[in-house]
């Protein structure tokens, strides 16, 4: 079945450290999002990406990184300078349109 | 303010109890999509509505685009029903935005 698969489910970082959040899909999808979730508010968008080797910044991109080397990877780097790491972060893809199909998450924590 | 609020934030429900969660938007919408997040993290899309009512099993969602509303109906509500539900409204160009989520509890 084809699907969004995001590693690791749950992830720790030491303070400094940029770790990488991986995303993969086999949907053919052209589209692809990650989303940064928080206690008691919404989806935030922090990058998106429309085509391969391409990718837009999104509402709070600052202190994250991405590439977009293959139509099947999105995968996102939390940077040291993201002062505030700590939280739920989900992957989506589409065809081109608004998010169809999200990843079950990762959940990343400062150690 | 939100583009998009759910009320209510909390639902706690007996099993078999119809339920309704709210979702009022303030932008021009291309469509409204209701969302399912399990208690593990991952997201399932359940409906996606530019007008009028769509039924799915015991999901039934509207939309009124006049009042800028949709509500979320569940039937015959059971224990398995429990999970954050999140509208979403997608905007002009790649806008999308998310509501904060009611998350419901239904108790056997």
């Known amino acids: 079945d084809g699907g969004i698969t995001q590693s690791p489910k749950y992830l720790f970082r030491k303070e400094g450290q940029n770790v990488t959040l991986s995303c993969e899909q086999n949907l053919n999808h052209d589209a692809m999002y990650w989303y940064r979730q928080d206690p008691g508010q919404g989806l935030r968008l922090i990058y998106y990406?429309?085509?391969?080797?391409?990718?837009q910044k999104g509402d709070i991109a600052e202190g994250y990184s991405v590439s977009r080397e293959k139509k099947e990877s999105f995968p996102l780097t939390v940077t040291s300078a993201q002062k505030n790491p700590t939280a739920f972060y989900l992957c989506?893809?589409?065809?081109?349109?608004?998010?169809?199909?999200f990843g079950d998450g990762t959940r990343l924590s400062i150690l | 303010k939100n583009e998009v609020e759910q009320s209510p934030q909390n639902l706690t429900a007996q099993e078999g109890e119809f339920i309704t969660i709210n979702c009022s938007y303030s932008v021009g919408i291309s469509a409204l999509h209701w969302l399912q997040q399990h208690p593990g993290g991952g997201i399932v899309s359940l409906f996606m509505?530019?007008?009028g009512k769509k039924k799915h099993g015991r999901l039934i969602a509207t939309i009124n685009i006049q009042e800028k509303h949709s509500s979320l109906h569940i039937t015959a509500s059971h224990p398995r029903d429990s999970a954050v539900y999140i509208c979403?409204?997608?905007?002009?160009?790649?806008?999308?935005?998310f509501g904060t989520g009611t998350s419901l509890t239904v108790i056997p």
């Open positions: 979403a409204v997608g905007g002009a160009g790649n806008q999308f935005y």
């Open positions: 990406s429309q085509i391969v080797n391409d990718f």
């Open positions: 989506a893809s589409s065809m081109g349109g608004p998010p169809q199909h």
């Open positions: 509505l530019s007008s």
